[in-house]
């Protein structure tokens, strides 16, 4: 069969389960598989987050949720521009929050949580392994769309929102880890 060219001669690369958490970098559809999981993972954090302290109605904890909204949206931003800081950014701040919202509340290990931070670091790792692949000349770059929404907000926003939205990222990143870590030493009591 494969001789008469009715089978591709190289196998398939990973299932969508392991691309998912543990991915590999092989042509530049796998690195823009990864990247455009991170900036959805990070994403649909952002949202989450911003819906969740909505829904609390106090000002203070809105605050709070639309500096780490901001964040987790920007990182899904620079995630997809393979920025190792912010898919990194975006680990840690979700672990931390993990570690925050179970000492406070015991809450914090739910099943949802865990897959999110297995994507997360699955989305560093790609993004990690891309930082040194080098793409072959005959692996030409997946097309980068500008067709509908959906389109636009993955392939078209990241290139032009990233180069300034970095800074604002950096800046939020520092806030929200510091916050995030801050919560964790323990207090003293008078």
Not at 13 to 27: A, C, M, N
Not at 91 to 112: N, P, S
Request: hydrophobic content about 50%.
């Amino acid at each position: 069969m494969q001789q008469l060219g009715l089978t591709d001669p190289e196998p398939k690369t990973d299932s969508r389960l392991k691309s998912l958490f543990w991915p590999t970098i092989r042509t530049r559809v796998d690195l823009d598989t990864v990247t455009t999981q991170g900036f959805w993972i990070c994403l649909v954090v952002g949202v989450v987050t911003m819906a969740v302290s909505l829904l609390t109605r106090n000002s203070l904890v809105i605050g709070l949720g639309a500096l780490a909204s901001a964040f987790y949206i920007l990182a899904g931003f620079g995630s997809r521009m393979q920025s190792r800081i912010a898919a990194a950014g975006a680990f840690l701040a979700y672990l931390l929050d993990t570690v925050v919202l179970q000492k406070e509340t015991g809450q914090g290990l739910g099943v949802v949580r865990i897959i999110f931070l297995a994507l997360l670091l699955a989305n560093v790792r790609g993004i990690w392994i891309s930082a040194s692949w080098q793409p072959s000349e005959s692996d030409p770059p997946p097309a980068k769309l500008n067709e509908n929404w959906r389109d636009k907000l993955v392939d078209q926003w990241p290139a032009a929102i990233w180069p300034w939205g970095r800074f604002v990222f950096y800046a939020a990143g520092v806030v929200e880890i510091g916050l995030l870590a801050l919560s964790l030493v323990p207090r003293t009591r008078s």
